[in-house]
């Protein structure tokens, strides 16, 4: 009989591959976190087991809730325990004559996505925690080699914030306090969002509730199609913080270059705002086929480009994180990697050069790459002055040297710092770049 408990995402991989039916035990949280990563990895359970069957909310997921004594089990069949603590050892115990593996502690922390948990935080509890833990042990050393009353801090400080908006100057200076309050802490819960900032989340936990799922492999919010359900609130919400950019008309009649595509989903977004091309660059070939997918539910007008983008031109390894989403040239100190490949590798200016092609606006999420992409689009920025749409929270170094970065290519665009509700401190911040009087 199989009887495990699993730390690792590969174990569970590895397990799920011998078993005919799974069974989710508990149709709580931790059960429905289950259910989206076993769909991710290609496997579909037949359904949840509770107490009582009476979790109409999961009829949603087109899954049957049965009670344990309802089903005939076999050899062949698996049930994973979707609980911790007590109630994972009790289910243990009626589950004892089966198959059935454990969950633990640390792949909860490792993979469970805690923008729900937050939320759920929000809705139903006074007490509010940064809960994701890659997100605490990021920002444990975000700052460490900082003196925060140096002069140097200050004066690199004075420069990210000259010539923004106060709005944007606030998210700046609140990102840098809480990263200092949560300096040293683990699991302790922490009062971090303001009201304002709870009836944000508040909002975008019942605007999550519009998302549908279509068939196995298609979900649905607000007219977009994706093959995974994974709308994220700073894109399909806020729009990657467009909202804050004056021209936008600009880039109509332009290409856009998304750098960090995932599977398509900002390209999507994106695609909205031209009536050309948007050329998406990622990495990973899990990636790209799911880059294609989005691009055929939406039969939306996006070229998928199979190569990482940087400062020079050649092939390079890439390492990959556990969860095979993510990769990058270099390795963030809070990130665990399992594998590497070697892929393309493509400055922009190249790219552009080579096609000859006009860009209105240039998506960067490359993974702490990000100043090594600008370096590469020099000529880019310098020519064509595209809206930019950075994310500057991967490491210390983008956070403060982004900006200046920009202004010594062209010192004509402006900035400003788009941070979503999203539950995080600091990540999902964007830097807004655009040059107002071009043209």
Known sequence: MEKKLITKKKELMDIIKVY????????????????????DLGCSIEGFITSDCIRREYYNLKKLVFNYEDISFCDDDLIIISALGKNSEEIAEVCASNNYIKISNEFLEKYMPCYHMQIENTLGCEKIITCWMNERKAYSVFFENINFEDKDFLNRLHVLLSGMDRESKAAIIRCINDTKKLNGLSNEYLSIFTEEEKRQLMQVAEITKEIMQVSDNVWAFHGYLLPRNDFRVDIFVDKLGLAKVKNLDHVRDKNVIDVGGYIGDSALVLSDYTDETVYVFEPVENNIRMIEQTKMLNNAKISAVKAAVSDYNG?????????????????????????????DVTTLDQFVGDRKIQVGLLKIHAEGLEQK????????LKEQSP???????????????????????NDNYTFSV???????????????????NDG
């Open 373 to 380: 992409v600008i370096k590469g689009a020099a000529k880019l």
């Open 20 to 39: 005919d039916r799974i069974y989710l035990y508990g149709a709580g949280k931790i059960g429905t976190f289950l259910y989206y990563m076993l769909q």
């Open 387 to 409: 809206v930019i749409v950075v994310e500057m929270y991967h490491t210390e170094s983008d956070f403060f040297n982004l900006k200046p970065l920009i202004e010594s290519i």
């Open 315 to 343: 092939k390079e390894s890439l390492s990959m994180t556990e969860n095979d989403y993510t990769g990058g040239l270099e390795k963030l100190g809070n990130r665990e990697y399992e594998e590497e490949f070697v892929t």
């Open 418 to 436: 788009y941070k979503p509700a999203n539950g995080y401190i600091c990540m999902g911040m964007k830097l807004i770049c655009e040059v107002v």
